[in-house]
């Protein structure tokens, strides 16, 4: 396995000063809160706000030393979430910054899948191996999203998460609408009927179908015509990249907004209603991590921290706004940074976004058989497995957006005959569990593309271009 080593301290190096000052902040900081929570004694609310906002000061100086966009948005993760607790109004008033990050990130998507999609298959000489790859990229996708759909199954049925919830009234006003989805719903929806409409409304699987048919009409014209197209999407693929790096220069300021009205909105004792049903949840990915994608890892000879590394930025993006399209432009200049070719990221990742959504996928077995527990309802294993299969074709073609995947939920258990009620209960804690599978539907699209590369025989044998490597530099 391509591991590289540790780099040696350097003789007579100093520790970073900021690590003990951080470190008995936080000391400090849990210290307190659990003494009050103990009901052992009342700390003054102004020595539990000092204790916070001075630790809050301190990785904000280190912040500013380290001088590293992840460094950043970490820090700006913490300071958004000291805000929305401390001064909730503040927090949610807040909200309007993240949604002008999100809308300039959601104006990249479109022109740049377009562009790489057609650069990588009409700049591929051999289109056979274009198709050959698109067959390899959708049998990983159904295998790993299969394996998240029955880990989030097994998940549920062990710790019975939903059993003993009373259930409270319908709200009379629904955040989202249950959406019944037919076989030739699903089917009809993979294709574009007006490209602009397709963009417009960020239906990104048929921005992808259009981006391949078009590249694909584009390599069966002779050279001379070609030429001129494909510099033109080159160009805009570069442009693409750069727009993404001003755009990114913004990140911190988007997510610790995001932060601060998630915060501020929901609180933090949402927790305790629901933290079965959470910590269900995050083990469950920790377990589809561990158990599925790490053996592939280590099976392919993948450079783990090498991957974990550029991989980082657009994880921590993507937890932050729970958007996975916030995060694609990223994770594509970051795995073509580390050796996958950009025509494998172009085709791989864009397709693993409608249909390799890992985190999704779990939290949707594990969430419907939630609903039914929640209910009263007994569902037999043959049931479970065919909603579980149900769920893997209507969770195709939807973009990763916030509450995507509750409207998919919503939709499915209406078909089950399933009560909606216990869905509200989750809209609760949706955001938090949101946070945690848009960060696996990001990780799990990233990881896709270094195994199509391995798979292919080309991880590593091209060089990112200049403005790629400017766009990672910390």
């Known amino acids: 396995m391509d591991v590289p080593k540790p780099k040696k301290r350097a003789a007579g190096a100093r520790p970073n000063p900021f690590v003990l000052p951080v470190l008995i902040g936080i000391g400090v900081v849990a210290v307190l809160v659990a003494v009050k929570s103990l009901g052992l004694a009342t700390p003054p609310r102004p020595v539990l706000l000092a204790a916070r906002w001075t630790t809050t000061a301190i990785f904000i100086a280190y912040a500013f030393k380290r001088r590293s966009l992840t460094t950043w948005i970490v820090v700006s993760m913490l300071l958004g979430a000291s805000v929305g607790y401390d001064f909730p109004a503040v927090g949610v008033s807040l909200r309007l910054f993240s949604l002008i990050f999100l809308r300039m990130i959601k104006t990249i998507i479109a022109p740049l899948i377009f562009a790489t999609l057609v650069v990588g298959i009409a700049g591929h000489h051999d289109l ?9 990229s959708l049998v990983y996708f159904e295998v790993v999203t299969t394996l998240a759909l029955f880990i989030g199954l097994a998940a549920i049925n062990i710790s019975q998460a939903g059993r003993g919830i009373a259930l409270p009234p319908a709200p009379k006003t629904a955040e989202v609408q249950a959406v019944k989805q037919t076989a030739s719903d699903v089917v009809l929806h993979i294709f574009p009927e007006n490209i602009a409409k397709s963009v417009a409304e960020g239906q990104i699987l048929q921005v992808v179908i259009f981006a391949i048919l078009f590249g694909v009409a584009l390599a069966l014209v002779p050279e001379a015509k070609r030429r001129p197209v494909l510099s033109v999407t080159e160009s805009l693929a570069e442009v693409m990249f750069k727009f993404t790096n001003i755009v990114m220069n913004f990140a911190p300021i988007g997510v610790g ?40 890892a280590l099976f392919i000879k993948a450079p783990i921290r090498k991957f974990l590394a550029a991989v980082a930025d657009p994880v921590a993006l993507a937890f932050a706004t729970t958007s996975s399209e916030a995060a694609l432009p990223r994770a594509m200049e970051a795995m073509e940074a580390i050796g996958v070719p950009r025509r494998v990221v172009a085709f791989v990742m864009p397709t693993g976004y409608s249909f390799n959504l890992d985190g999704s996928s779990l939290y949707l077995s594990l969430a419907a058989i939630f609903v039914a527990q929640s209910a009263g309802v007994h569902m037999s294993i043959g049931q ?40 509200f209960i989750i809209l ?13 539907n990001v990780l799990g699209n990233s990881f896709a593309t270094v195994v199509i590369a391995k798979w292919e025989g080309e991880f590593g044998k091209e060089h990112p271009s200049k403005i790629v490597q400017e766009a990672i530099e910390p």
């Open 128 to 136: 056979k191996q274009v198709g050959r790859m698109g067959v390899k």
């Open 257 to 296: 907004c995001a932060i601060a009205y998630t915060v501020g909105h929901m609180g933090l004792g949402v927790l305790v209603n629901l933290f079965k049903l959470l910590l269900t949840f995050y083990a469950a990915i920790l377990v589809f991590i561990l158990a599925v994608l790490l053996p592939i």
């Open 384 to 423: 479970q497995l065919l909603l579980v299969f149900t769920l893997m074709l209507t969770s195709k073609g939807v973009a990763g957006v916030p509450r995507a995947a509750l409207v998919i939920l919503l939709g499915t258990v209406a078909q089950f005959n399933l009560p909606v009620e216990p869905v």
């Open 428 to 440: 609760g804690i949706d955001e938090l569990m949101d946070m945690a599978r848009t960060s696996l």
